[in-house]
C-alpha cells in the first residue's frame, strides 16, 4: 500500500509550523520571558534557537526524509541495525507521555474557551477570585477530565484522517486562523492606555538580569517549542517529498515559530501591564491573570473568546504531531489500521493523562521523588527524555551517518547552491556546537 504524503509545499510548511506553535508560544513562552528579565531573554532565545536549535532540527529532518519511515523505523534501517534502534524506541515513547500530560493542559483550555463563550470573564471578579477559578477547576475529578477527553479526542480524529486528509487540510485552515487572530489580539492589546510598558518590557534589553539559568531556560523553551527530540519532526519529515528544500522547510518553520512568540508575547504582555498585573505570574499568567484582564479591558469578552481559541487550536495542533508518531510505529511496524493505531494510542494518553490530571485534586498526596505525577512526567520528559533524545540524534546524524548521505540528503543531490555553500558550517555545527548545548541543557535540567 502507497504510503501517505503531505501533498504540497505549504501543507509540509504549515503541518511542521503547527507541530512547533502549540502552549510553548502561548502558554510557557510568555511567563518564562516574565520570570527571565524580558528582552535579553528574547536575544538569548532568538540566538540558540538559530545557532542551535535549528541545526537540530535539521539533524532531525534529514533522519526522517532520508528514511521515509517512522522514527523507530528510521534509526533502525539507517543504523544498519545497529544498538541505535533502541534511540528509535525513546521516540516513540516521549511522545505519548508527552501526550498525556499535554492533553489535560489542551483539556483546560476546552473549559476556558467554554467560559469565555458564556462571558464568565466579564462579570468583574477579582484577580483572586480568577485564581480561585482555576483552583477549583483543576482540583476537580471530573470536569478536566472531560476536558482532557475532549481535546485528546479531536487530536486522535484528525489524525485519524491521514496525512494529506486529516493532518495537512487541518493545518492549511487552522494555521493561518490562528496567526491572523493572535496578530489581531495583540495590535488590540497594544492600544490599550499603558501598553507601551509592557512593550518597553518585551523589547528593551537588560543584560544585567541575564543569568546562566536563563540561558539555559531560553535553550530549553526553542527545544519545547520547535518540538526536539521526539521524534514529531522525523516522523513529518518522513512525509515530505524528496524534491522539497530542507533549509527552506527548516528555516520557514522557526521563523514561524519565533514570530508567532513573539506576536503572543505582544497579546500578552502589553495588555498585563496596562492593568498594573504581575508579568512573573508564572504558569497562572494564562489561566489565572489573563482571564482578570479579560474582565476589565473593553470588549473583553469577545477577547477571551478569541485568545482561547487561538489557545486550543495551537495545542491541537501540536498534540496531532505527537499522537501522529506513535501511529505511524503501529501501522507501518504493526500491521494495525490507522483505525485500530488511533484507538491504542488514545486509550494510552487518556490513562496516564487521567493519572496527571487526577494529580491536581484525589491524587495530589501521590508522590515520585516529592513530585505529583503531573510535575514529574513533565520533568522527566522535558528535562530528561527530550534533552537526551536531541543528544542521541544530533550524536547519531554528525557521528554515525555517513556525511556524504547528509549532503545528499540536504543538497537534493547537490542542486540547490546555497544548501552547498552552507552545508560545511551546518555540519561543523552538529557535529561540534549542538551535542555540548545539548549537554548543557541536560545538565542543568538534571541539578536545576
Not at 485500530?340 to 494510552?348: H, P, R, S
Not at 515520585?368 to 520528559?381: H, K, N, V, W
Not at 537534493?412 to 555545527?429: M, P, Y
Request: net charge neutral.
Amino acid at each position: 500500500m502507497k504510503r501517505d504524503s503531505f501533498g504540497s509545499r505549504f501543507g509540509a510548511l504549515v503541518a511542521l509550523a503547527g507541530s512547533a506553535v502549540g502552549l510553548g508560544n502561548l502558554w510557557r513562552f510568555p511567563y518564562l520571558v516574565g520570570e527571565n528579565g524580558g528582552a535579553a531573554f528574547i536575544i538569548v532565545y532568538i540566538l540558540l534557537s538559530f545557532l542551535i536549535c535549528l541545526p537540530i532540527f535539521i539533524s532531525e529532518f534529514v533522519v526522517g526524509r532520508r528514511s521515509q519511515r517512522n522514527a523507530y523505523s528510521s534509526f533502525r534501517d539507517l543504523s544498519g541495525g545497529t544498538w541505535w534502534k533502541y534511540v528509535g524506541v525513546m521516540t516513540i515513547i516521549v511522545p505519548l507521555i508527552v501526550t498525556s500530560y499535554y492533553s489535560v493542559i489542551g483539556g483546560w483550555s476546552v473549559q476556558y474557551l467554554l467560559k469565555s463563550l458564556t462571558f464568565s470573564f466579564t462579570i468583574g471578579e477579582t484577580q483572586s477570585q480568577m485564581s480561585s477559578m482555576f483552583s477549583e477547576y483543576v482540583s476537580s475529578p471530573w470536569l478536566p477530565l472531560i476536558g482532557h477527553t475532549i481535546f485528546l479526542g479531536i487530536s486522535v480524529l484528525v489524525v485519524g484522517a491521514g496525512i494529506k486528509g486529516g493532518i495537512e487540510k487541518f493545518s492549511k485552515i487552522m494555521m493561518p486562523l490562528l496567526f491572523v487572530i493572535v496578530l489581531g489580539i495583540a495590535i488590540y492589546s497594544m492600544l490599550l492606555p499603558g501598553a507601551s510598558e509592557g512593550l518597553d518590557y518585551l523589547f528593551k534589553p537588560d543584560f544585567s538580569k541575564l543569568t546562566a539559568k536563563s540561558c539555559a531556560a531560553a535553550l530549553g523553551q526553542a527545544f519545547f517549542s520547535l518540538s526536539i527530540g521526539f521524534g514529531t519532526i522525523m516522523t513529518y519529515a518522513s512525509y515530505v517529498d524528496k524534491k522539497e528544500n530542507i533549509l527552506f522547510q527548516s528555516t520557514a518553520t522557526a521563523v514561524s515559530d519565533l514570530a508567532f512568540a513573539l506576536i503572543a508575547g505582544m497579546a500578552i504582555m502589553p495588555a498585563v501591564f496596562a492593568f498594573g498585573l504581575d508579568p512573573q505570574s508564572g504558569p497562572g499568567l494564562v489561566f489565572e491573570t489573563l482571564p482578570f484582564v479579560f474582565s476589565q479591558m473593553p470588549a473583553g469578552g469577545a477577547v477571551a473568546i478569541l485568545f482561547f481559541l487561538a489557545l486550543l487550536v495551537a495545542a491541537i495542533t501540536s498534540s496531532i504531531s505527537m499522537v501522529e508518531v506513535g501511529v505511524a510505529y503501529l501501522v507501518e511496524e504493526k500491521g494495525l489500521s490507522r483505525f485500530w493505531a488511533c484507538l491504542i494510542v488514545f486509550c494510552l494518553c487518556w490513562s496516564a493523562g487521567t493519572l496527571c490530571s487526577l494529580s491536581f485534586g484525589p491524587l495530589s498526596d501521590l508522590k515520585i521523588f516529592d513530585m505529583t505525577i503531573f510535575d514529574f512526567l513533565d520533568y522527566t520528559s522535558s528535562n530528561v527524555l527530550m534533552t537526551l533524545g536531541s543528544l542521541l540524534t544530533v550524536l547519531f546524524v554528525g557521528w554515525r551517518l555517513k556525511k556524504t548521505d547528509i549532503y545528499d540528503e540536504f543538497t537534493n543531490g547537490g542542486s540547490l547552491r546555497l544548501n552547498v555553500r552552507i552545508f560545511g558550517v551546518l555540519w561543523f555545527l552538529i557535529r561540534y556546537i549542538a551535542p555540548v548545548a545539548v549537554l548543557m541543557i541536560f545538565i542543568f535540567g538534571i541539578i536545576g
